[in-house]
């Protein structure tokens, strides 16, 4: 949670008069006061939960195609060798029978 709502939290709690235990014993508008602070910072913690996941899944996403990226260059790799080979093997066989 952004520490800017932590403070703006705070300074709503204690406009409404959360700055000292005995003042915490009551009042309807000290009651709604909290909830929207709840509320509020529930809202933040989802944002920064969906905000996290998504860079999480754009890293992973790269990963995933920088792996994928890397083994197709090898199977490309590896056929052009076989390919090469079995070439240069049908070469020497047609060298041997003229």
């Known amino acids: 949670m952004p520490i800017i709502r932590e403070l703006d939290n705070l ?3 204690e ?3 959360f ?3 005995r003042q ?4 309807h508008e000290q009651a709604e006061t909290l909830a929207d602070v709840i ?3 529930h809202v933040d913690s989802r944002e920064s939960l969906k905000e996290f996941i998504h860079n999480e899944n754009a890293k992973l996403e790269l990963n ?6 890397k083994e197709l260059k090898d199977l490309l790799i590896k056929i052009f060798g076989i390919i090469v080979g079995t070439v240069g093997i049908a070469v020497t ?3 041997l029978f003229p």
Do not use: D, F, P, Q
Request: proline share 0%.
């Open 11 to 13: 300074k709503k709690l």
């Open 15 to 17: 406009s409404v008069g």
């Open 19 to 21: 700055s000292t235990a």
């Open 24 to 27: 915490m014993a009551g009042g």
């Open 39 to 41: 509320e509020k910072s």
């Open 64 to 69: 995933i195609k920088a792996t994928i990226s």
């Open 93 to 95: 066989i047609l060298k």
